[in-house]
DNA sequence: CTGAAAGCGCTTACAG
DNA sequence: CTGAAAGCGCTTACAG
């Protein structure tokens, strides 16, 4: 009788805390408290329960754990692609941190796709993560408000939430390509183009408005012609290129208003005769070994990464707080691009 | 009675479905049909049991589902850094790959520790994943001889298992490092000298056969003077490029072992004058923006993560086959740094 | 078309 | 020091 389902699974499942106490001889509650370590048992009365486990290969099994107990340690991390370096060094510092809370990580790329983002957002929201990090591709998170008040803590990263209240870390955008710019003013430029990405993008906006800003404080007007805002891709941007950098009055420096666009942009002027000044939002790695170097204004996406992971922590563990909004600030790195006069 | 534990969750808890149930007046099975869309509903009964879950803000709770049914829908992977872009790259593949077997995938980096790898590893098998994908850190592996006697399928990138038999899926380490080294012969070099990274890693191990018989081929001496096996740290660099480019035989070309070698030798380059012929290991990007441009032996890091995961699901779909060994060939790219002659 | 009962593998009170 | 019973939230037979 006993013996029909005893022995470490016939056929294909596991073995599981019943057949290990069969198999040693003992209930099953005492097979918990040695599996998890609690005290109060007897020394000659565990080592069966070890020998019993060695012999079945029992392991135990956490779903079933978490179900019993209600906290399944684990997050969930949505980003746009962790293939990109900027967002890979973001997963990573996530990492870091869950691991310091013995939380394990479900990830997932949404590829700027919205209904992608909502779909791997609420898996994961199924599966009761208890919290979410959230680089958006969507601007609408109303979906995510009965989760939200059901208790899944949510941080969103280097975009904001839309339609919802919740916490968000981001760079200092506006700021740091103000600063870009200026610093190309200081040089003497006074036509400065702005290639920035999708202006639906929320950074992309944010870095077009801190251009616009450093422009007019220099007293300047903002010349529509200067402004070109799409997706990079080499076609579009040596369009692009040719119509800053020719007619009568070219620009005479660039202010790429992400690390794509700068390499994309890097590409074509290999091409071409005459560089103008260059200056772009994100570093990259080599940006240095380049020649000339490539001036950046960098971005911390560990850092990014760490504050919102630890924010969300923090939430985890009984924050009540009204939502925050910290930004992060960014650091110019002259490195020659940057410093070249019309 | 029944009031008061009915309504969605007081205190914490989420609705379930038997909240759902009476909530709509309904038997819990009708409300699990509903849920998963089975047939044979009364479309009017099911119209309640609509209302009452976004009422409540129920959403299935996927745990619970997947300890009933076993099946966890869900992989792992455990890799070395996901910061690092061939691992990011890898990483990105897997994902698509289980997304289209609606599998989640957790994910973490071991940091090249034995110790971290077997704890993640079974961090996963206690959370049940179906399988598992691996690029080792340690070399012994028979910690997972228990789970995959249990089922849990298991692939390794990169780097084979060590201590058990299982499907490994690898670049072609020594051919391509062959192919890269005749490449620096036939321009001429006859002192080469090879860049590797810790002799104890695996790739590192291949490589440095490849260069061996690429030298033995050419009828050359291998000269133990001009190899170095190390983890790329600029200063270590430094060290070995004075030793190997000075002296009365200075090596004429560089054979480097990896990307992170490459651009350590790389920075390490532009402080000195007259520059040896280089081919690296692994592209990376931006080589072909530097000047000269950088000759590499491009593995193929999406192609890893995508037929490691594919071979995976192919396992977990019944493939009860002998452990395979897959090698993916890897391709020269000439741009330059290694078409000069000595 | 609908639902009550049993059970997935654990943990939580609770009683010896 | 030890263990039997109940229950976490679902799904699986099974019976109306």
């Not at 684990?74 to 890979?88: H, N, R, T």
């Amino acid at each position: 009788m006993a013996g029909m389902q005893a022995g470490g699974s016939g056929a294909r499942g596991r073995p599981t805390m019943k057949d290990v106490a069969e198999s040693a001889g003992v209930g099953l509650k005492t097979v918990s408290r040695v599996v998890n370590g609690e005290p109060g048992v007897n020394p000659a009365t565990a080592e069966k329960v070890q020998t019993a486990i060695s012999k079945l290969g029992f392991r135990r099994n956490d779903s079933a754990r978490i179900l019993r107990r209600g906290n399944t340690a684990s997050i969930g991390l949505v980003l746009e692609d962790v293939a990109d370096p900027f967002y890979s060094g973001l997963t990573r510092a996530v990492e870091e941190v869950a691991r310091g809370h013995d939380s394990l990580v479900f990830a997932g790329s949404s590829d700027e796709d919205p209904d992608r983002e909502r779909e791997l957002t609420l898996a994961f929201c199924a599966r009761r993560v208890e919290g979410l990090i959230v680089v958006p591709a969507g601007d609408d998170h109303e979906y995510l408000a009965p989760e939200m008040a059901a208790g899944v803590a949510a941080v969103f990263v280097d975009r904001p939430a839309g339609g919802i209240k919740a916490d968000a870390v981001l760079a200092d955008n506006a700021g740091g390509t103000r600063e870009g710019v200026e610093h190309l003013l200081h040089h003497g430029h006074r036509r400065i183009a702005f290639l920035g990405d999708s202006p639906q993008i929320f950074t992309a906006k944010e870095r077009l408005r801190g251009y616009r800003e450093a422009i007019e404080a220099a007293g300047l007007a903002v010349d529509a012609d200067l402004v070109a805002m799409f997706p990079p891709r080499a076609e579009a941007i040596r369009q692009a290129l040719d119509r800053l950098l020719g007619g009568d009055r070219p620009a005479t420096a660039l202010f790429a208003g992400n690390s794509r666009v700068t390499v994309a942009v890097l590409r074509e002027l290999v091409h071409r005769r005459g560089r103008p000044a260059l200056v772009g939002f994100d570093d990259f790695e080599l940006a240095d070994l380049l020649s000339p170097g490539v001036t950046v204004v960098a971005q911390d996406p560990i850092g990014l990464g760490r504050t919102a992971a630890e924010l969300l922590f923090q939430r985890l563990a009984g924050d009540r707080g009204p939502a925050r909004r910290i930004e992060l600030s960014t650091r110019l790195i002259p490195r020659g691009s940057g410093e070249v006069s019309p």
